[in-house]
Nanobody, 128 residues
Framework: QVQLVESGGGTVRPGGSLRLSCLAS????????IGWFRQAPGKEREAIGC????????YYADFVKDRFTMSRNNAANTVYLQMDRLTEDDTAVYYC?????????????????????WGQGTQVTVSS
C-alpha cells in the first residue's frame, strides 16, 4: 500500500527552524520524485519544491530559495524539508506527494495535477 506520512511540524518563533519528515511506505522512495507543498487557510495549495530522487535533480519555488532545503535518507525511506529563517508567512499545512507525471522538468515539477498519494499534512505555525 503506497502511503506518505508527514511529521515534524509545530510552532516556532520567527527566525526559527524546523525539519519536516515524509515517511514513505509501499515503495522505494529513491525511485520516485517527491514534491513538497503547503496550503495556508483560505489560499490555494502551492508548490515548494521537488526532489527527483536518484538523479539528484531538485527544483525550488522562488519564495523559498536559500531558506528551505530538501534531502533524503534512503535507508529510512524518508525525505526531509529543512526550513530555516521562518517567517509568519510560512504558516501553513505542509504536504508531500509523489510525482507521477511522464516528464519531470522546470515546467511540470510544480503542477499539482501530476502528483498523487498525498500525505495527510503537518501543521507549521510561525508566531511570536
Amino acid at each position: 500500500q503506497v502511503q506518505l506520512v508527514e511529521s515534524g511540524g509545530g510552532t516556532v518563533r520567527p527566525g526559527g527552524s524546523l525539519r519536516l519528515s515524509c515517511l514513505a511506505s509501499g515503495f522505494i522512495v529513491d525511485d520516485y520524485a517527491i514534491g513538497w507543498f503547503r496550503q495556508a487557510p483560505g489560499k490555494e495549495r502551492e508548490a515548494i519544491g521537488c526532489d527527483s530522487g536518484a538523479n539528484s535533480r531538485t527544483y525550488y519555488a522562488d519564495f523559498v530559495k536559500d531558506r528551505f532545503t530538501m534531502s533524503r535518507n534512503n535507508a529510512a525511506n524518508t525525505v526531509y524539508l529543512q526550513m530555516d529563517r521562518l517567517t509568519e508567512d510560512d504558516t501553513a499545512v505542509y504536504y508531500c506527494a509523489m510525482f507521477v507525471g511522464l516528464l519531470l522538468d522546470t515546467r511540470s515539477w510544480s503542477d499539482l495535477s501530476q502528483y498523487d498519494y498525498w500525505g495527510q499534512g503537518t501543521q507549521v505555525t510561525v508566531s511570536s
